[in-house]
């Protein structure tokens, strides 16, 4: 059966490695072409005018489209095969939403023109609003954060400022899981936070004594996923925000995991204030090899003044800008990551209710199926029901053969999948964390466990060499201490370096 | 909508995990936090409706106007061959490059992205990107403050608004100081004294306003008080313009918009970061390194990771994950289109274009404030009120340019304005601006 897995073989093509575009220059070639000047043609006298043109690559058109189309050729993507990658929700991305995106009409659109001439986009921020609201609830949002960290900065800048307006100054503690993500912790400190780390317990959740311990007067709030980063379910979630909020503490909820609830429980009705969300895993919008995302804000009605401004507002059937008056400022130059927001839009509306109410549900069904053939294979780090991911360790593998959760997801790429989340979270020794998403088939979940049996069995063999994985992909392992040590990071600095073993 | 399931797969999954239905994947869920009815929102609709449905919205937008805005956003001529290729599913649906055997593609991209800004900057180390140029500055300034360990930070007024507003918000303003010194006839004064409290020199090269000026001994003053000094430059005028490199920055920032983003409504964009070797280790973000396999071939890796969050945690130099990399694709796919022919025809068919320009307005009674000093953008003086002017320009066709003051407009012309366009914008204006 043609799936992710065995069946799609290898989908990268490899040969000799393809120069860099500067290696493809020759002098005197050029793609660009330009209208003639139709102004006159007369002297302009500035200083800050050069006399040499610019240090950049010659090359024909053709050789540039061949270029970037052999480079492409030279990457995995989720058009091409499953990525169980644990807290990223790589999901499919419709290709519909890239035709919206695309439309001149929104992608030309100049971000300082009068809100009169932008109707169109402000009705896509406001609309997307309501969505976002309604499924996390939450009251107001701002689109403004480019990303999920940035939504994490805006959450805890606008906790700080709350506190600074009620005079409570003196709350400095930000208390964190052990298992957050390293965005968290980050975040905080870029607030001016103190970080707290609050220990995970045995079954994998939030200590709950611990945390009645750290709790004090100083407390200012609770960063935490729910689903957490174990891909479990904080049950105790409405205790945890009582115990927070009695302490004068707000709760920030970390959207990274919003694709396991959607539908079927809201952040809002669990108790947190704030919540970021990454449009870029749980609304599908495309990674891009890395960014743009988009990370939304929502709160809370009692912290609508705080937000990112300006926001969007509707009034007598129109859109305009509203300023919240104590409005942390502006996280972005301007509107946030307008086209990611929209694409979002689209498939919020393609989804529509039926979708979303379903949404999580199907994330939890394929990752409980996937955890259900995984489990036999590799032991699950923590004995309870998953939601959208879940996370396994090799520590035994790593003990008996000197198989490291490394090892294992650089041989899953000659099996035609991406790796599964390693090392992630820090607390589980070993970790590979997979997320399945909700649309994958069966018969990839079911190759993938396949794939993964057979990887573990090989890995075992005596004659084996763990570092030679993967074997079939344009390259090897690369050597990770060459650019750290030469600074290789500029193709005109360094000459090419011999490996010495 | 997008899951694969039949009715037959869901039987065999159920089966699997011996479940009856959905709902029994949740029971340890406590029953308050349980959705009853599910979500209060529209049903769904087709792509076919959708057309429809998103044209409605499109058509709200004044889209056809012919664009004199600037500020950092710049209707350049975006070519196809930069938007297929930034499009290739390939780049566009992966994810970020951790797994570097199947992210050779994306690497080597971001590499040559890292490598075309340093050439076209003169600078030694850039990042594989981040959000957009306001952002950049703050990030800059963060590593200026992290290098010195001074309290200060000296920044030029002549800077886009919105990007002042960024660096207020991310720049804590209870442990820095920000001092903002004011362009002095749109320069920025060559006489300044720096103080030796700063961390930082901030400064626009071009100006907000347009003018644009040799900042050569400034930047010396201010490196000889050990300040470090991060120029946020225009990158699509460096076909043309001295470069930050050779007035001798140490951090270059720079909206990277006008070279492979489309205008976006001001996003997705990407964010240019460029430094000194010795600035290496405090440098935000992704960085790409050229290394080789085991069996020697070249190959490419996510390098000086030390410095981020997901190892760091709280003592990462900065927050950021997520980056603009499609965008970064982008520009490094517009450059090599471009070629040092190109950048320069686009460089200097816009202040040919821009000059024309200014110069019929005066010709038409009009004044240019900062004429002498700016290149591709500048003020124009209205004569009644730039906000109206703005709007009544909207009805003749034309976006006139950016309110900066009840009495001033900031007006770009990009390579891409014709000089029919520009003759009729100023007769529309003649037209509407009657003081």
Not at chain 1, 394 to 406: E, F, G, P, Q, R
Not at chain 2, 227 to 237: A, N, Q
Request: hydrophobic letters at 35%; charged letters at 25%; one cysteine or more.
């Amino acid at each position: 059966m043609v799936s992710g897995g065995n069946a799609s073989s290898l989908p990268l093509v490899g040969g000799k490695p393809e120069p860099t575009i500067k290696e493809l220059s020759s002098p005197g070639r050029r793609a660009s072409n330009f209208p003639k000047l139709d102004v006159p043609d007369v002297k302009i006298n500035h200083e800050s005018l050069k006399k040499e043109k610019a240090r950049l690559p010659e090359v024909s058109e053709h050789d540039l489209v061949m270029h970037y189309s052999r480079l492409a050729h030279r990457n995995f993507a989720v058009d091409l095969g499953f990525y169980p990658l644990g807290s990223c929700t790589m999901k499919y991305n419709p290709r519909f939403a890239d035709s919206i995106a695309s439309d001149s009409r929104f992608a030309n659109m100049h971000p300082s023109m009068p809100e009169e001439f932008t109707q169109g986009c402000l009705k896509v921020m406001y609309e997307i609003g309501n969505y976002l609201c309604e499924i996390t609830g939450m009251d107001y949002a701002s689109f403004q954060p480019p990303a999920g960290a940035s939504g994490e900065l805006t959450g805890l800048l606008i906790i700080k400022k709350y506190l600074e307006i009620n005079k409570l100054t003196n709350k400095t503690e930000i208390i964190v899981p052990d298992s957050a993500h390293g965005t968290n912790p980050a975040s905080a400190r870029m607030a001016g936070f103190t970080v707290v780390e609050v220990e995970t317990d045995d079954r994998g959740m939030v200590n709950i004594e611990k945390l009645k311990e750290i709790v004090n007067e100083n407390t200012a709030g609770l960063m935490l996923t729910n689903p957490n980063t174990g891909g479990l379910f904080e049950e105790e979630i409405l205790t945890i925000s009582q115990i927070i909020h009695n302490a004068g503490g707000l709760l920030y909820y970390d959207g990274a995991n919003l694709n396991a609830i959607v539908g079927t429980s809201r952040p809002g009705d669990m108790g947190f204030d704030i919540v970021h969300s990454n449009l870029h895993k749980t609304f599908a919008t495309p990674h891009g090899g890395g960014g743009p995302g988009s990370g939304p804000v929502a709160v809370k009605e009692f912290l609508k003044e705080y937000l990112p401004g300006p926001i969007v507002e509707n009034k007598d059937r129109k859109y305009n800008w509203y300023q919240p008056e104590n409005s942390i400022g502006r996280m972005h130059g301007y509107h946030g990551n307008f086209l990611v927001t929209l694409r979002a839009l689209v498939y919020m509306k393609l989804l529509g209710k039926e979708g979303l109410d379903t949404l999580g549900a199907y994330a939890v069904l394929n990752a409980r199926y996937l955890s259900s053939k995984v489990s036999k294979i590799i032991p699950l780090a923590y004995d309870e029901p998953c939601m959208h991911e879940f996370v396994t360790s090799v520590k035994d593998l790593k003990k008996s053969h000197k198989i490291k959760a490394y090892d294992v997801g650089k041989a899953l790429l000659d099996k035609g999948f991406h790796s599964p989340t390693i090392y992630f979270p820090l607390i589980v020794p070993e970790a590979l964390m997979f997320e399945p998403t909700e649309t994958q088939s069966k018969e990839t979940l079911d190759d993938l466990a396949d794939s993964l049996k057979s990887i573990i069995s090989d890995l075992q063999q005596e004659d084996i060499v763990l570092e030679d994985y993967p074997k079939n992909l344009p390259v090897g392992r690369p050597n990770e201490l060459i650019p750290a040590k030469f600074l290789t990071v500029n193709w005109g600095d360094f000459e090419l370096l011999e490996i010495t073993e | 909508m997008f899951v694969p399931h039949s009715e037959l797969d869901l039987k065999k999954m159920f089966d699997e995990l011996s479940i009856n239905s959905l709902d029994d994947l949740f029971t340890h869920i406590p029953d308050a936090l349980l959705l009853e009815n599910g979500l209060d929102l529209p049903e769904s609709i087709s792509e076919l409706e959708s057309i429809d449905y998103f044209n409605d919205i499109a058509a709200r937008n004044k889209s056809d106007l012919v664009c004199f805005a600037g500020g950092g956003h710049y209707d350049v001529y975006l070519p196809q061959t930069v938007k297929s290729l930034t499009m290739r599913p390939e780049f566009m649906t992966s994810y970020t490059p951790y797994q570097a055997e199947i992210s050779q593609g994306i690497l080597q991209v971001l590499f040559e992205f890292q490598s075309l800004v340093c050439d076209l900057t003169d600078m030694e180390l850039a990042n594989a990107s981040l959000y957009d140029g306001a952002t950049s500055i703050a990030e800059a300034i963060s590593v200026a403050i992290n290098k010195t360990k001074r309290e200060g930070v000296t920044i030029s007024s002549g800077l886009n608004p919105n990007s002042k507003e960024v660096i207020n918000t991310l720049i804590d303003k209870n442990k820095f100081n920000l001092n903002y010194v004011e362009l002095d006839n749109y320069l920025f004064p060559s006489d300044y004294d720096f103080d030796e409290s700063q961390a930082a020199f901030v400064v626009s090269y071009p100006h907000y306003e347009g003018s644009c000026q040799d900042l050569t001994e400034l930047v010396t003053k201010a490196k000889d008080k050990g300040i470090v000094t991060i120029c946020y430059v225009d990158p699509s005028m460096l076909g043309v313009l001295t470069t930050p490199g050779q007035m001798g920055f140490d951090i270059i920032v720079a909206e990277g918009q006008s070279l492979g983003s489309p205008l976006s409504f001001g996003g997705p964009t990407v964010g240019w970061f460029a430094t000194k070797k010795e600035f290496a280790r405090l440098v935000p973000g992704r960085l790409i390194g050229e290394s080789r396999d085991k069996d020697n071939n070249k190959s490419y890796v996510m390098t000086l990771r030390a410095r981020e969050q997901d190892i760091r945690r709280e003592k990462a130099s900065s927050n950021i994950c997520t980056n603009q990399t499609l965008n970064a694709i982008g520009s490094a796919i517009h450059l090599s289109w471009l070629g040092p022919e190109g950048l320069y025809d686009m460089g200097y068919h816009s202040i040919q274009k821009a000059n024309y320009m200014k110069k019929s307005l005066i010709k038409n009674g009009y004044v240019i404030p900062n004429d002498d000093s700016s290149l591709r953008e500048f003020l124009l003086e209205v004569k009644t009120n730039a906000s109206e002017v703005i709007n009544k320009m909207g009805d003749k066709g034309f976006l006139a340019g950016i309110y900066y003051d009840d009495k001033h407009v900031l007006v770009a012309v990009t390579e891409k304005r014709k000089k029919t366009e520009i003759d009729d914008y100023i007769e529309a204006l003649q037209e509407i601006d009657n003081g």
